[in-house]
């Protein structure tokens, strides 16, 4: 089993920057693909951003430019750098875990609240 452990997240003005981290225990593969998900009030939850085991990444086009994932492999740990926040990036933000054979999450974190505004 695998649990997930995020911290980073709160509010901050338009404009500024947050850094989301997540730490993995449990049996983590070199494999797995990490990622972020954010749900806004009233929305679908959405994939932000993606780093995979040869630390290529992608992400959704409205936080490209702005967004940068990255991991440190031996800590089973990785972060979201968020810059240049928006309103529309406010949501709770939820690390994952994918195993690399499947096409979805199959853990995730407890989500963290962002909040970018005046």
């Known amino acids: 089993q695998v649990q997930l452990a995020e911290s980073g997240g709160g509010l901050v003005q338009p404009g500024g920057s947050l850094r989301l981290s997540c730490t993995a225990s449990?049996?983590?593969?070199?494999?797995?693909?990490m990622g972020w998900h954010r749900q806004a009030p009233g929305k679908e939850r959405e994939l932000v951003a993606t780093?995979?085991?040869?630390?290529?990444?992608a992400y959704v086009d409205s936080v490209k430019g702005r967004f940068t994932i990255s991991r440190l492999s031996a800590k089973n740990t990785w972060y979201l750098q968020m810059n240049s926040l928006k309103p529309e990036d406010t949501a709770v933000y939820y690390c994952?875990?994918?195993?690399?054979?499947?096409?979805?999450?199959?853990?995730w974190g407890q989500g963290t609240q962002v909040t970018v505004s005046s």
């Open positions: 780093i995979y085991s040869n630390n290529n990444t």
């Open positions: 994952t875990v994918r195993r690399w054979y499947y096409d979805r999450p199959n853990y």
């Open positions: 449990g049996t983590i593969s070199s494999s797995d693909v």
